[in-house]
């Protein structure tokens, strides 16, 4: 089997009942093309048609997808060559899952099979929510996901004042009682603190507050300070949602100023994640996924020895423009037995849904 | 005086009661045994109780010597194992081997081995630790009270899968261990379930209602860093060690001083190993604990060390073919005059056990739960009988 080529549609649509403070959803239908009967698909992020397109030509036409670890290892390459930028992360992150799917096509078989998992069962949490959302909007969506889908779990994005952040914390730990007695609460503060300001926010939360972790405490490059903050809150502190590649993390790992690793698919791609998720068991790192269309990521959580939990923004099986073989029942992440990664493009919505390509 | 054979019988018993930890809340009552028994030319036997697997490997390391080498013997063993490592099965025989050895020297002396070993006195002070996620409230007392009864005013409860039954759970043991002490010792152990961080923040719940001696076992063994995270954001001591098996592998955590309280048995390389252990804690100002033991044996051991605090009584019932000399009072454990461990087998109860094996609920030992060191999967309706 051979890569002829790849198929990219970017597309927007409505987001769904989410209170996520913009009013489209936006990505792109990756297709990675074979002289087989089987295409690779992942969703990208909005990604530069051209670019990815040139790209595919040059590194991965005429490849076998299926030596899915060689090429990773070429495509960080040259990623690291060119200065980060051409191609992106995101796009690479992209192509190498496709290539996973078309490798577990290749074998019949669902992608957690092939990566050499059992069948999923994810422990799942509630992703955060846009800042602008009303406490009606808050308690109405935490409230659902509990109620619906079981979620144990949330994360609550705080920002600069204190007041609103500690009352809207009540009402998502009321909202995620309907799942449980012991809600786990997270907290994203986008980077937006100095390591000091992160642990005046933090130790006041925890006055109140039995939190489970925070993301984004301070400046994602910045380990002394995380490490700082680390050893003055009771909360874990969690690193990596936005970090790439294996050398932004091995000051974290090295000074230990993360206790949770968490890693991002559409930026580490599978292979990626994989690998990192092996040295954080190395230094006893429990490892969290960020969200991923389709929640496709619960494929790799019976594969990675300290997987902890996964963030689920969209917990139902049809997404706008595609439908997923992962759901979220009781709070878990069940992945079913359809082929690949089991994402499957919904043509007519996607036709519906396109916007103009390339950039 | 020469080494000449060995012989090792196996049998399995059903304990009084049932035991678990975080990691099997619902508990097992099955537990295998083993008797290693080290024949000499001169009529005396060294024994060693729980493990005899792989003796032949490390047999010819010692067949001929003079058995009252016991530190020189264990050098030789230790050195026979330089390629692989004193690790896994290897280490176990190595230690049930030196075990059998001490009581051998002591039996030659016609001593109990505390004095061997250079004890002032046969007695150490007892801990309780009823191994007790198993339990329900009620027996939960009852084990506590018994054990105070006796004069032991400190336990050790078993944590880590409910914040709220746990504090109910401290307060039942500290009330049972009342009428030993105005103001009990209360310990904890987790068992590994937790990250560090979960760690620091259900030990810190539990520290705004109770003043805890110490936690065991917050964080995975090997872990220093997240061991001595742990150690620096509570009040509480950080104990742990007991699933490390020699002294290259506790000196990570001795040298990073991850932990206040290292916990000490003969499966650390024998009486030798645990002895190097405690003598290099007791260097760093580090304190050690012997682990539970059939009959209590490993008491005598406890006796001798300089930086011994207390010993873990666990008493679930496993000296069904032993008879044994030491006994419980006013909350020591109080060693008597029989030579070596004063270990004897009752050979017609261990031919019955061998004959007729017991039966009863799971068996030791048993695996790491779900979600441990990453997110608490609490006991399910049925799993437990508190919940």
Known sequence: ?359 | MKITGYHVEHYLMKMDRLVGDANLPSGVEMLPGSILSLETDENVTGISLGYGGGIEGLFGAIEGADPRETVALWIKMNDWLHKAGNEGAASASLSAIDVALWDIKAKLADEPLWRTLGAHEGRVRAYASGLDYCLSDEELFAFYRRMAEQGIDTGKLKVGLDLKADLRRLGIMREALGIASPRPGLMIDANEYWSPKQAVRYVRQLEKHYDLIWVEEPARRWDYDGLRLVSQQVRAAVASGENLHNLADVYPLIANRAVDVINVWTGQSGVTGLRQIAHMAHAHGVQVSMMNAQANYMAHIAAALPNHNMMEVVDPGREHCLKWDNHIEDGFIVLGEAPGFGIEVDETKLRELQANPPTGRGRFPFPRRDGAGRYIVPPAPGEVPWR
């Open chain 1, 1 to 359: 089997m051979k890569v002829t080529g790849v198929k990219v549609t970017p597309y927007a649509c409505p987001t769904g009942g989410k209170p996520a403070g913009r009013h489209a959803n936006g990505g792109s239908i990756v297709e990675l093309l074979t002289d087989s009967d089987l295409t690779g698909i992942a969703i990208g992020a909005d990604e530069a048609v051209a670019q990815m397109e040139r790209f595919v030509a040059e590194v991965l036409v005429g490849a076998d997808p299926r030596a899915t670890t060689a090429i990773w290892r070429t495509m960080s390459e040259v990623h690291a060559q060119r200065r980060r930028e051409d191609p992106p992360a995101t796009t690479i992150a992209a192509l190498d899952i496709a290539l996973w799917d078309l490798k577990a096509k290749a074998n019949a078989e669902p992608l957690w099979k092939t990566l050499g998992g059992t069948r999923p069962r994810a422990n799942a949490h509630a992703g955060s929510i846009a800042l602008t959302a009303t406490d009606r909007e808050l308690t109405g969506w935490y409230g659902s996901l509990a109620r619906d889908h079981g979620l144990r779990g949330a994360k609550l994005r705080v920002g600069l004042d204190e007041e609103p952040n500690l009352a809207r914390l009540a009402l998502m730990r009321t909202a995620l009682e309907h799942g449980t007695t012991v809600p786990t609460l997270i907290i994203d503060a986008e980077q937006c603190w100095t390591p000091k300001q992160a642990i005046r926010r933090l130790r006041e939360i925890e006055h109140e507050f039995d939190v489970a972790w925070v993301e984004g405490a301070t400046d994602s490059w910045d380990f002394p300070g995380l490490k700082e903050i680390s050893n003055a809150i009771s909360a874990a502190v969690c690193v990596g949602g936005d970090l790439a590649t294996r050398g932004e993390f091995l000051p974290h790992f090295q000074h230990r100023s993360a206790d949770v690793i968490q890693l991002d698919i559409g930026i580490v791609g599978i292979t990626g994640a994989l690998e990192l998720a092996d040295a954080a068991y190395g230094f006893e790192l429990p490892v969290t996924l960020a969200e991923s269309p389709g929640n496709i990521h619960a494929h790799l959580s019976s594969v990675m020895p300290y997987f902890m939990s996964m963030e689920v923004v969209e917990p139902l099986a049809q997404w706008p423009v595609f439908a997923t073989d992962v759901r979220i029942e009781a709070g878990w992440a069940i992945a079913g037995d359809a082929p690949g990664n089991g994402l499957a493009v919904d043509r007519a919505a996607l036709g519906r849904a396109i916007v103009r390509a390339g950039r």
